[in-house]
């Protein structure tokens, strides 16, 4: 691997993010003429290079970068909506079309910037780690800050193994940018136990969330270590990894997964997620009196919160309003809207799925007493919205001819039907205080109740690990206080439900397009026609038709994300993904 393309940036410590409110550590630092040793001669300048490291964290939720859909339509939760630029690579897998070529294509190579992004920042990492003892800083910060790095170092490294497997493992080395780099792929376990060891030392010298600093906020703790940890492991002991590739070659099987199953890794998730809960440091957000499901809504606007264990800072902003919100709701209309497919996901308020005939679920009147997180995630034909004209929260109509917010009333309909509510501010009172969830404790309590279910069985503890997010999110307890789960499931019928709970509990976090490809059941997924909903008003009756939008595709390459190929001719050692 040629690191010529991880280039030096030692002068790059203005940052691009502005202040949070709990803590300013992303406020930025104007420093110029810099180079290595001016750097870390001084205790400010020396922060500032490691905070740039914490400005990419959240990457791939950049609502921006993602223009046109992006992660959400890679998979089957979301459709790009009045997109007419170019193709981009997300654009592009969905249709079938990537190919390791195309991820070249500057603006639009948002899947390249998948292998970019992390490469570059762990360089900065490892530049950092090599000179922060040069610094004035007190031995005791010094210490604390080389854990940071170690273990963001970590998480760009998982970055890069949850989309390409195996990559080459660099240790400390800080390469300059006339080296000739040329270094092999490690193997996925190699990978994974030094992602694992290095949050293990980073958390031991960390605060845990009660003991840090409040203008320390945002920066890495102990629980976002531990965080870490539960989800590579999880990744690990998941069929695509844990001995299911679809490489067939001997030396490629050991890069992109373990070369054989072994049901042990599925305890060791579940133990690192059990460490996080045994802890009691972090909780649920419960509020189901201002509204059911409240809590569920309002987590993602509060940026100080017991659920977040590690989330990107940011200023407060309007980006996924402005890219995801209705045009009447001062929403451009040109990013992703949700699919039907997702929306049939939303069980009901007793917890039932659609499918069930005791669920109620009615397709003529299909919104009313739904699963809570459904109108807290999306806004469907009626939802209440603020409107500035009106200076209230006055209804969405996305019926046939809803001027601006439905489709047209002639040609095709390319509008789903519906739009986002999750993480954007509804009542207009501004900007959103806005922090991406990069690991939450939702997704902590069902990386456990998966893990525990492949280990164990439904066992009562699976049970009580999903009832606390279904209880959080307004649904009903049902006679036996199962919140809609069926007592006695078999290990099979769990999972599909624990599948279908990450799905809806997750929606537009950056989970679906990986979980799919983990469980390897994406040639089931994501091999589907992408749905939407037709409403038909007659006077004051609406009518309801699940419509055909677009065919999305998959097939078994798109597991691993292709390496840019322009890095593979430069780096002969860096052998190719399957399929590719």
Not at 293 to 312: A, I, Q, S
Not at 386 to 394: K, Q
Request: charged letters at 20%; aromatic letters at 10%; proline letters at 5%.
């Amino acid at each position: 691997m040629k690191i010529k393309f991880i280039h030096l940036v030692l002068a790059v410590v203005l940052l691009s993010a502005g202040a949070c409110k709990k803590g300013g550590f992303l406020d930025a630092k104007i420093a110029n003429d810099l180079n290595e040793s001016t750097t870390f001669a001084d205790s400010v300048r020396t922060i500032s290079f490691l905070t740039r490291l914490y400005t990419e964290v959240g990457f791939n939720f950049d609502a921006n970068r993602w223009e046109g859909g992006g992660h959400p339509v890679v998979s089957d939760e979301a459709v790009p909506v009045r997109y007419t630029g170019p193709q981009n690579d997300a654009i592009l897998m969905a249709s079938g079309a990537l190919s390791a070529s195309s991820t070249n294509v500057s603006k639009q190579a948002q899947v390249l910037n998948n292998w970019k992004t992390p490469w570059e920042n762990i360089r900065r990492a490892n530049v950092f780690l090599f000179n922060v003892d040069k610094s004035p800083l007190s031995a005791g910060l010094k210490t604390k800050l080389k854990a940071e790095t170690r273990f963001l170092r970590a998480w760009y490294y998982f970055q890069l193994v949850k989309v390409y497997g195996g990559v080459p493992l660099i240790g400390d080395a800080t390469f300059g940018i006339s080296d000739d780099i040329d270094l092999p792929r490690s193997s996925y376990s190699d990978c994974v136990a030094y992602i694992v060891s290095e949050c293990e030392a980073a958390a031991a010298d960390l605060p845990d969330f009660d003991t840090q600093l409040q203008q320390d906020y945002g920066r890495v703790t102990k629980g976002a270590c531990m965080g870490l940890k539960s989800r590579m492991l999880l990744y690990a002991a998941s069929p695509l990894f844990n001995g299911g590739g679809i490489a067939t070659d001997a030396a490629l099987k050991s890069i992109t997964g373990y070369a054989n199953a072994d049901a042990e890794r599925w305890k060791k998730a579940a133990d690192a997620a059990k460490d996080i809960i045994n802890s009691g440091t972090y909780s649920l957000t419960e509020d189901n009196v201002t509204r059911m499901g409240y809590g569920f809504y309002n987590v993602f606007l509060t940026r100080y919160n017991r659920e977040y264990l590690f989330g990107r800072m940011n200023a407060p902003n309007r980006e996924y309003e402005n890219n995801l919100l209705p045009t009447s709701r001062t929403g451009s209309g040109k990013s992703s809207a949700p699919t039907q497919n997702l929306v049939d996901a939303f069980g009901m308020e007793n917890g039932l799925p659609i499918t069930d005939p005791a669920s109620g679920y009615n397709p003529n009147d299909p919104y009313v007493k739904r699963d809570p997180r459904f109108g807290n995630t999306v806004i469907y034909n009626g939802s209440k919205f603020f409107l500035g004209t009106s200076n209230a929260m006055v209804a969405v109509n996305t019926f046939l001819g809803s001027s601006p917010d439905g489709p047209i009333a002639t040609g095709p309909i390319s509008i789903p039907g519906y739009y986002w509510r999750k993480m954007m501010v509804e009542d207009g009172s501004g900007n959103t205080e806005r922090a991406y969830p990069l690991i939450r404790y939702g997704e902590i309590l069902l990386n456990y109740a998966e893990a525990l279910n492949e280990y164990q069985g439904a066992v009562p503890e699976v049970y009580s690990t999903l009832i606390q997010l279904r209880k959080r999110a307004g649904i009903l307890p049902g006679a036996d206080g199962n919140y809609g789960l069926k007592a006695n499931s078999s290990k099979a019928d769990m999972r599909l439900v624990i599948q279908n709970e990450r799905r809806v509990e997750l929606a537009l976090e950056e989970h679906r397009i990986w979980d799919v490809r983990r469980w390897k059941i994406a040639e089931v997924t994501d091999n589907v026609i992408l749905k939407g909903m037709k409403i038909t008003k007659t006077g004051t009756n609406l009518t309801y038709e699940v419509i055909d939008l677009k065919p999305h595709f998959f097939r078994a390459a798109f597991y691993l994300f292709p390496i840019p190929e322009s890095e593979i001719a430069k780096s002969p050692k860096l052998v190719q993904n399957p399929g590719w």
